[in-house]
Nanobody, 123 residues
């Protein structure tokens, strides 16, 4: 079992930055991928960023967040982060941390989920 808890959401203005954290507990993640998804009201949950917990870090980013969002990790703290810069109104969503032993763009393929953190971008 893997437990995931997100933190760091909030209300920001367009152009602001925000960092989400995902605290991980449970089994070893040596064979797992970690991902951030988001779900806007009335829309599907979509992949924002993902990488393997160990090994060479080649992060996959959604086109809509490339060059603005950065996903990173801290092995000691067992946390992953999503640094979000130059936030736009369309980034408003609930952001979820996810883990699975395989990578997929589809949220339905990921096994473990946090409860989500709301990010609201509004002027």
């Amino acid at each position: 079992q893997v437990q995931l808890v997100e933190s760091g959401g909030g209300l920001v203005q367009p152009g602001d930055s925000l960092r989400l954290s995902c605290s991980i507990s449970g089994r070893s993640l040596s064979t797992y991928y970690m991902g951030w998804f988001r779900q806007a009201p009335g829309k599907d949950r979509i992949l924002v960023a993902a990488f393997p917990w160990t090994g060479i870090t080649r992060t996959v980013y959604a086109d809509s967040v490339k060059d603005r969002f950065v996903m990173s990790r801290d092995f000691v703290k067992r946390e992953v982060y999503l640094e979000m810069n130059n936030l736009k109104i369309e980034d408003t969503a609930v952001y979820f941390c996810a883990a699975d032993q395989g990578f997929s763009n589809s949220s339905s393929a990921w096994r473990y989920w946090g409860r989500g953190a709301l990010v609201t971008v509004s002027s």
